[in-house]
């Protein structure tokens, strides 16, 4: 079905990706005081938005989408003033549609020397990392575990990691995954399908040292052996949603290192001033290409949405 004019991706339920259906906006969305209209021209999905359609994702995950990138066509905000006519990326409210809205704090201009494909790939993978390694305190030449590299998150702890001089130690599972990861640098990398085996792989790469800090998404026996290759003092930043310990376990199982759980959307709804000032410094970084945009698998959302949310899930499941 091929529709004229404005549309939106819906689901008639959570369960399956085939639940996903185009149809037609019943309107204009009526942006809010301080917020900006957005003509949406991409949305970047992540694995968070395929275990939203699929019912899999623990607690309330809210619309699909997040990373977006558009045009502003109309603008309340009087805290923040974004041009009509601006380009911009960031965080906008239910993003799968022709038009939506969004307060101007979670919005940034987009980077000039990015397509707005490109600059969807990156807000949220972006400023999960840099809040994880602002908290982990990761400095020049110390070592990162960065587990599941070869997802989007992994890439851009990868990237963030080497902008900082720190040395990575990747897991990636099979082994076509493992020659792009040499690629752009990652020398040192593990498995990511069994814990044991990443334990004695990262074990021989940091010669029988520790790291200062790990990057997870892993679940069951990685956190526990990721724990087990920190240093005294090490900062274990969690970024995923199932097996995430309590602050009582941790306390009795690795009292010496700190334990982060990274949750972006609450930190969002906290201190959104924080967020903007985030879009911000990564709208400039990736000006200055400090930060470059994720590989880019363009579809279309009329036609392909189905193919684009199954290509997102077997991405996220080979990585």
């Known amino acids: 079905v091929t529709f004229d004019g404005l549309v939106e991706l819906q689901f008639h339920a959570r369960g399956a990706l085939s639940n996903l ?9 009526h942006e809010q005081e301080d917020e900006a209209l957005v003509q949406v021209r991409a949305v970047g999905l992540d694995f968070r938005d395929v275990l939203n359609v699929l019912g899999e994702y623990p607690g309330d995950p809210g619309p699909v989408g997040g990373n977006s990138a558009g045009v502003i066509i109309a603008n309340t905000g009087s805290v923040v003033e974004h041009a009509v006519g601006g380009s911009i990326f960031g965080f906008v409210e239910a993003p799968l549609a022709s038009l939506t809205r969004s307060s101007g704090l979670l919005l940034g201009p987009k980077p000039a020397s990015m397509s707005f494909e490109q600059a969807s790939t990156i807000p949220v993978t972006w400023s999960t990392t840099h809040v994880a390694f602002q908290r982990g305190g990761l400095r020049r030449a110390q070592c990162v575990i960065v587990h599941a590299t070869a997802g989007g998150v992994g890439l851009k702890a990868v990237e963030y990691a080497q902008w900082l001089s720190a040395r990575v130690v990747g897991t990636a599972g099979r082994p076509r995954k493992h020659q792009p990861l040499r690629s752009v640098g990652v020398r040192l990398l593990c498995s990511s399908r069994d814990a044991s085996s990443y334990a004695l792989g990262a074990a021989r790469h940091m010669i029988a040292s520790r790291s200062q800090a790990a990057f997870n998404s892993l679940s069951l026996n990685f956190i526990s052996a990721t724990f087990a290759t920190l240093a005294d003092g090490g900062a274990f930043e969690e970024i995923g949603k199932r097996a995430v310990w309590s602050a009582i376990r941790h306390k009795a199982s690795a009292p010496h290192t700190t334990y982060n759980v990274i949750a972006l959307d609450t930190d969002i709804a906290a201190n959104p001033v924080w ?4 879009v911000l410094l990564l ?3 990736s000006e200055a290409v400090v930060v470059t945009s994720l590989p ?3 579809f279309d959302m009329e036609a392909q949405h189905e193919l684009a949310f199954g290509t997102a899930a077997k991405r996220a499941s080979g990585a």
């Open 21 to 29: 259906f185009v149809q037609r906006m019943n309107g204009v969305p």
């Open 275 to 278: 967020l903007y000032r985030t």
């Open 283 to 285: 709208s400039a970084r």
């Open 296 to 298: 880019v698998r363009s």
